[in-house]
C-alpha cells in the first residue's frame, strides 16, 4: 500500500540516521521517496530504502560513513535534473538516495577575487541572481538551471549556452568540497588560479557524475555585469552557413561571442506550431538559423557596430538571407524563447530520441548531411531536428517520430537511431555525450568508445577511490 | 674515466632498447648522459643507466613496455626546466631518463578548431611561432619557453604571464596522448571542446608531474592573432595600489588584460644595477610598479583609451604617482625586459630563496607586509625582492641575501625561509606552489599541506595506476 514504510535498511543503521538527520531528514515512506526515484525524463523507475536528506557536509559525511560501514549504495542526487537516468537508483530498493537539496547556502561573495563560495544544493539560478545582485555574473545557463543544483551542475559538468566563450562548469569551478566514498571530507576549497600542488582531484570529481563522491560545496568563479549586448536571429541556407557565420564573428573577437546557436528549420518549424507565442520574427522561414549574442562588460564597446559589420557582409554575400537584431530586453528574451523551446516542441510533436553529440567544429556541416540521410533511410518521414551550440561542436541531433507512426514503434527504435548517428560521430572525431554525460542511459556505449587503456584507466581509479563500489553504481560504467 | 659507457641496465634490456631506438635514441654514455641528471638550478646531481630518446609514441611505448617488464624506473624529461628538479633521476643510478625532445613534430592547425595538434618534445617557443606563421596565437608564455617543451608545459600545468586572460597549460590543452607506465597508449586526441564521458583523464594527467604516465603528443586551443596591444609600466606606491589598478582595469573588461605583473621595488633596482641596458623609464623610483599589457584581436578596439582612461583616473587620484605606455614594439619589448629579468638579476645579486606561493587575491597585500616583516626578522639585512603574476594571484616572494653576508650561510637557512613563508601563506589560504609544482624539491611539504583525505586519494590514484612505482619515483610524494 501506498505510503507505508517499506524500507530494507538494516535497522541499526536507521536508526543511526534517525538520530542523525532528523525527521526531516530521513524520508523512508515510499510516498515520499518515489519522487527521487524516477528520473526527469522518466526513462527509469528505480527504487530505493531510503532518501537521505543532510543539511551540512558534516551531517552528510557521518550518514556517508553510515552507510559506507553497512555496505549500503548511495545514489547521490542534485535536483534530479540529469537526461541520462545519472541520479536515480537501480530496481533494487538496496541503495539510499542522498539529496543535497538541503544545503543550500550561498556563503560568500568576494569582489576581490570575483569568486562565489556555495553549498551544492544551491540551484544554478539561486547561484545566478545571488551574483546578479551585487553587480557579477555567473556565466553557466542551462535549461534546467532552476531546479539543478551547484553539485549536480558539477558532478556532471554541465555546459549550455555559454561554454563557447566560458567553458563549462569545469572551467568556473576554483574550489570544490566532498564527501568520498568512505565518509572522508575531501577539502578542496582554495580560491587559487593557480595551486600546481599534486594531483588534480577536483578536475577528477567534477564529471565523475558521483561515482567518486558528493560534491558538497564549491568556490566558483564569477566574471563583471555585461554591460553592453546585442542579440540577433540570422536565417542562413545550412549548417555549414552558420558555422561560416560563426567564425566570420570569432575572427573579430572570440571573446564578445557568449552564444553561438543552431537551429534546424525543421526544429524552428516546430517551435512555431507547437509553443504559443513563439512566432518566427523573419519574413519567410528558412532551411536553417543562428542565433548570435555577443557582450561585453565594457560600455559603448562597439559591439553594435560589431554585429552590424559582420552581418552587413554576410546579407551582402548571400550567407545570411535575413536577420533580426533585438532592440530591447524584451525582444531578446523573444528570440531566446525560440532558441529554448526547442525541447519542449519536439516532446509535443510526439516521440522523439536525442542525440547529445559532439564533433570538431570543421566536421559539423558533414554530421548534419549525413546523419540526416541515415535517419531517413532507417525510418521514412522521421522528423530530423538537429539544433544546439554549433559554436562549441555540440549538436543536440534529436528525431522525431513521424507525424503518423505510433509513438511506442518509433521509441522501440531509439537504439537503432542512438547507434546510427553514433556510428558518424564516432567516424568524424566526435563524442557520443557531449553534455548530458553517461548515467545509466549510455554506460552501454563506454566499452567500444572509450575502451581499452582509457575504460581500465577510469575502473582502476574508481575501484581505488571507492573500492566497495558504494558510490552511485550502475553510472558511467558497464556491468563488468 | 669520464666518456666510459657505464650503464647498469640489465643487458637483455639495453639490447632490446638499443635495436628498437637505434644509436641516437640511446644513450649510455656519462658524458652524453650527464646533462640529463642535473636539474636546471643545479639542485639535484642524480645519475642513470641511460637516457632514451625515442623518436615517436609507438618508439616510447614499446621501451617504457620493455622498461616496466624489467622493473626500470623511468624519469621523463622535457626541456629539462623544472624549478624543483622535477625531471632528473635520484642518484641511484637505477632509473633511465626518457627524453622526449626527438618527438618534434607540429602535425597540423586547424583554422575551423582554431587548434594545433604537436609532439610532446616541440618547445613551447616552436609552437608559439607555429601558431604565429598562420596568423593564429598561442596564449601561454614562460620564461623557459625556448627550451621547455609541450610535454613539460602539460605535465607541470605550466602558468606564466597570460594565465591572467587564458588560463594555465590546462586549460589550452583540448587532447592528449600519454604512454601509462605499463606502455599502453592512453589516446584522448579528441578535439571537443565539449565530452563528458566518464573521469576527466586528460586532466588528471596533466600537473601529474609525470608520475602517471609521459605526454606524447596534444591538441592545444589557439587564438586569433592579436590586432590591438597596449602596453604600461606604473609606479604605485605598494601592492595593495598594483591590486587596486588591477580590479580598476578588470572592472572595465576582464577579457582585455592579458597580462597584470607585480614588481617590489627592491626587485626592479636590482634589475636596473645588474642588467645591461635595463633602465629604468620613470622619473624616479618607486616603492613598487605594475606592468599591464590589454590586447583584442579587434583592430581599433579602444584599447588605448581604455589604458588612458584607466590609467587618468589612477594619476589623478594618485594610485599611480608615474606611469609610462610603450610607443612601439621596441618600447614594449624594453618595458616586458623589466619584468622578465628579474630572476637573472637576483641570480647575479648572489644567493637567494625562491617562493613560489599564491593566495586569495584580497591577501596579497597582508601576504608582502607580513612575509617582509618575518623574513627581515629572520635575517638581518636580507633583500625582500618580491614580484610575480599579481593579476592571478601568484608572487614570486623571493629574497635575495644581505649584501654582506656568506652565500653559503645564507642558502643553508633556505628551509628557515621557505618555512617561515608559507607559515603565512597558509594562514592566508594560499598555495606552497603556484606554478613551479612538488618535484623533488617540496615532497617534503606534501603530508602538512595536502594531508588527510587528499594526499591519501592521491596515494591511491598513483597506486591504481602506477602499482610499481616505476614512473617518476621520489616525485610529488614524499617517500612513505
Redesign the interface.
Known amino acids: 500500500m501506498s505510503g507505508t514504510p517499506e524500507t530494507s535498511l538494516p535497522s541499526t543503521l536507521h536508526q543511526a540516521l534517525a538520530a542523525l538527520l532528523g525527521p526531516s531528514g530521513l524520508l523512508t515512506d515510499t510516498t515520499d521517496t518515489a519522487a527521487f526515484c524516477t528520473d526527469w525524463r522518466a526513462l527509469y523507475h528505480g527504487r530505493c530504502a531510503a532518501v537521505l536528506r543532510p543539511a551540512s557536509t558534516e551531517e552528510c559525511a557521518k550518514a556517508v560513513a553510515l552507510c559506507h560501514a553497512h555496505g549500503v549504495p548511495m545514489v547521490p542526487q542534485g535536483g534530479n535534473t540529469s537526461m541520462v537516468g545519472g541520479a536515480t537508483p537501480d530496481d533494487s530498493g538496496r541503495a539510499v538516495v542522498i539529496s543535497t537539496t538541503r544545503m543550500k547556502r550561498v556563503h560568500s561573495i568576494?569582489h576581490?577575487?570575483?569568486?562565489m563560495t556555495v553549498d551544492a544544493g544551491v540551484t544554478l539560478k539561486a547561484a545566478q541572481d545571488a551574483a546578479a545582485a551585487e553587480g557579477l555574473f555567473l556565466p553557466l545557463s542551462i535549461s534546467s538551471e532552476g531546479s539543478a543544483d551547484i553539485g549536480g551542475v558539477l558532478a556532471?559538468?554541465a555546459?549550455g549556452n555559454n561554454?563557447?566563450r566560458y567553458?563549462?562548469a569545469?572551467?568556473l569551478a576554483l574550489g570544490l568540497e566532498a564527501v568520498?566514498p568512505d565518509g572522508?571530507?575531501?577539502?578542496?576549497m582554495?580560491?587559487?588560479?593557480?595551486?600546481?600542488?599534486?594531483?588534480?582531484?577536483r578536475?577528477?570529481l567534477?564529471?565523475?557524475e558521483g561515482t567518486?563522491g558528493i560534491i558538497t560545496r564549491a568556490v566558483i568563479q564569477l566574471?563583471?555585469a555585461p554591460r553592453a549586448r546585442e542579440t540577433a536571429l540570422c536565417a542562413v541556407d545550412s549548417a555549414a552557413g552558420a558555422?561560416e557565420l560563426f567564425?566570420a564573428f570569432?575572427?573579430?573577437?572570440?571573446?564578445?561571442v557568449v552564444a553561438f546557436e543552431f537551429m534546424s528549420g525543421t526544429s524552428m518549424a516546430l517551435v512555431n506550431r507547437f509553443i504559443e507565442g513563439a512566432g518566427l520574427p523573419l519574413s519567410e522561414p528558412a532551411p536553417a538559423y543562428a542565433l548570435v549574442e555577443l557582450s561585453?562588460?565594457?560600455a559603448?564597446?562597439?559591439l553594435r557596430s560589431?554585429m552590424e559589420d559582420v552581418l552587413g557582409e554576410a546579407l551582402e554575400s548571400g550567407l545570411v538571407s535575413d536577420a533580426v537584431l533585438a532592440e530591447s530586453e524584451t525582444q531578446r528574451n523573444a528570440l531566446w524563447m525560440l532558441r529554448e523551446e526547442h525541447a519542449e516542441a519536439q516532446k509535443r510533436a510526439g516521440a522523439s530520441v536525442k542525440n547529445d553529440v559532439?564533433?570538431?567544429?570543421?566536421a559539423i556541416p558533414t554530421l548534419i548531411t549525413e546523419a540526416t540521410a541515415a535517419c531517413e533511410a532507417l525510418i521514412p518521414g522521421i522528423r530530423v531536428a538537429p539544433f544546439g551550440?554549433i559554436g562549441?561542436?555540440?549538436i543536440h541531433f534529436n528525431l522525431v517520430q513521424p507525424e503518423q507512426m505510433d509513438a511506442a514503434a518509433f521509441s522501440a527504435r531509439d537504439h537503432d537511431i542512438m547507434d546510427t548517428v553514433a556510428e558518424i560521430v564516432r567516424r568524424l572525431?566526435?563524442?557520443?555525450?557531449?553534455?548530458?554525460?553517461?548515467g545509466q542511459l549510455?554506460t552501454y556505449m563506454?566499452p567500444s568508445?572509450?575502451g581499452?587503456?582509457?575504460?581500465?584507466?577510469?575502473r582502476?581509479?574508481?575501484?581505488?577511490?571507492d573500492p566497495q563500489g558504494l558510490m552511485n553504481p550502475g553510472k558511467?560504467f558497464p556491468a563488468a
Chains 1, 2 share one sequence.
Do not use: C
Open positions: 568576494d576581490a577575487d570575483l569568486t556532471t559538468n555546459g561554454t563557447v567553458g563549462n569545469r572551467e568520498l572522508n571530507v575531501l577539502n578542496l582554495r580560491r587559487l588560479r593557480k595551486d600546481n600542488t599534486g594531483y588534480a582531484l578536475q577528477l567534477i564529471g565523475a567518486l566574471q563583471p558555422l567564425s570569432r575572427k573579430q573577437d572570440p571573446a564578445a561585453s562588460p565594457r559603448g564597446d562597439g560589431l559532439s564533433v570538431p567544429l570543421a551550440h562549441d561542436g555540440n572525431g566526435g563524442s557520443f555525450s557531449a553534455e548530458h554525460g553517461v549510455k563506454m568508445w572509450r581499452g587503456a582509457e575504460l581500465e584507466s577510469m582502476r581509479i574508481k575501484n581505488a577511490l558511467i
